[in-house]
C-alpha cells in the first residue's frame, strides 16, 4: 500500500519511467535478429493473440466512454478502463515476447494495399508510442480524482488510444497472410 501511495503522489514521474522504459524495449525489439530457426507453434500465435486483445481493448475503451457519458456511471467507467489497462499490458507482454524471438514480417502486397497498410502502420506506430504517457496520465489524474485534468487528458488520450488499439487489428489483418 505504501508503494502505491508513492505512484500516487508523484505520478508524473511514475509515466516518465513508464513510458521510457515501454518505448526504449520496443525500439530495442526492432534492432534484434530473432530467433533462427523454427518458432513453435505457441509463438506464431501470438500476433493473432495481441490482435485479439487489441480488440478487447477497443471494446473495453467503447464501453468506457459509453458508461461515462451516456450513463454517468463512474464505476462502471473505471472497471472499464482497468480492463482496459489489463488487456493492453497483456498486449505488450505478448508483443515483447513475440518480437524478442520472430524475425520481422515484412508486408507482401502491392498498390494503394500497400500504400494503405503502410500509413495504418506508420500512424499505429507513432501513435503507440505518443499514447503510453498519455494514457498514463489519463488514468493517475482520474484514479487521484482530479477531474478537470483528467477530462484535458482524455480529450487527446481517449482517441488515440481507439485509434491505436483499432488499428492494431488493421495491421494484423493486412499482414496475416505473410507470417
Known amino acids: 500500500m505504501k508503494a502505491w501511495k508513492w505512484i500516487n503522489r508523484n505520478y508524473v514521474k511514475t509515466v516518465i519511467v513508464v513510458t521510457l522504459i515501454v518505448n526504449a524495449l520496443v525500439i530495442a525489439l526492432s534492432y534484434l535478429p530473432g530467433y533462427q530457426g523454427e518458432l ?44 482496459a489497462f489489463t488487456t493492453t499490458f497483456f498486449f505488450l507482454i505478448s508483443y515483447v515476447t513475440y518480437h524478442f524471438l ?42 487521484n480524482d482530479h477531474r478537470e485534468r483528467h477530462r484535458k487528458w482524455v480529450r487527446f488520450s481517449m482517441p488515440m488510444w481507439l485509434y491505436v488499439s483499432l488499428t492494431g487489428v488493421l495491421v494484423y489483418i493486412l499482414i496475416s497472410p505473410y507470417y
Not at 495481441?50 to 461515462?68: G, K, Q, R, Y
Not at 506506430?125 to 489524474?141: G, H, R, W
Open 102 to 143: 520472430a524475425p520481422s514480417t515484412s508486408y507482401g502486397g502491392e498498390g494503394w494495399l500497400a500504400g494503405l497498410y503502410y500509413f495504418i502502420l506508420i500512424t499505429h506506430i507513432v501513435l503507440a508510442a505518443v499514447i503510453v504517457p498519455l494514457a498514463l496520465m489519463s488514468f493517475f489524474s482520474g484514479y
Open 40 to 83: 513453435p507453434y505457441a509463438v506464431r500465435q501470438l500476433p493473432l493473440l495481441n490482435a485479439t486483445l487489441n480488440s478487447f481493448t477497443f471494446i473495453f475503451l467503447v464501453c468506457a466512454l459509453v458508461a461515462i457519458l451516456w450513463k454517468r456511471n463512474i464505476k462502471v467507467h473505471q472497471r472499464f478502463i482497468y480492463a
